[in-house]
């Protein structure tokens, strides 16, 4: 078995970062997490996709 097998996919997310964020802005992440059933890192892309939003005014 190949170390790269896995799912196949259309957007791959081959960076990785780290952060320290407040506890206010854990629980904010938390609760949108899972009043919309997504992961974290769903959620933070769908916040970085509105920064790209602003950033295009």
Known sequence: MSPRTG?????PR???ISIRISDKDKQTLDTYCEQNDVNKT???SRGIQK???EIKK
């Open 7 to 11: 799912r196949p996919t259309d957007n």
């Open 51 to 53: 920064l790209e939003v």
């Open 14 to 16: 081959p960076n990785k």
């Open 42 to 44: 769903e959620a933070i």
